[in-house]
């Protein structure tokens, strides 16, 4: 079963602007920390950025200043506000929730790509 659910990728010339948002699903029980990882053709999959169910938010130094990530009161939806993209910025963007209680668990989203290119 598809758990999260990405929307808002597609094509943006460099220095424009694209907003991602996931849904996670009512199944998952008990979320604690949500957030963005990225993984680009022949790259390692990096942590783009994490917002705590309290708030407490980490960016990846290559996004500081540029993204926004933030979530719903309700907390089982979690956004991406994406400015001033560059090409380097260009790959699949993955949404993932995790779990504390009863046991630590991760969940991903199926990802959304993201393509900057003039």
């Known amino acids: 079963q598809v758990q999260l659910v990405e929307s808002g990728g597609g094509l943006v010339q460099p220095g424009g602007s694209l907003g991602l948002s996931c849904l996670a699903s009512?199944?998952?029980?008990?979320?604690?920390?949500m957030g963005w990882y990225r993984q680009a053709p022949g790259k390692q999959r990096e942590l783009v950025a994490h917002?705590?169910?309290?708030?407490?938010?980490t960016y990846a130094d290559s996004v500081k200043g540029r993204f926004t990530i933030s979530r719903d009161n309700d907390k089982n939806r979690v956004y991406l506000q994406m400015n001033s993209l560059k090409p380097e910025d260009t790959a699949i963007y993955f949404c993932?929730?995790?779990?504390?209680?009863?046991?630590?668990?991760?969940?991903w989203g199926q990802g959304t790509q993201v393509t900057v290119s003039s």
């Open positions: 009512r199944s998952i029980f008990n979320i604690d920390a």
């Open positions: 993932y929730a995790d779990t504390r209680v009863p046991v630590f668990n991760m969940y």
């Open positions: 917002i705590t169910s309290t708030g407490i938010i």
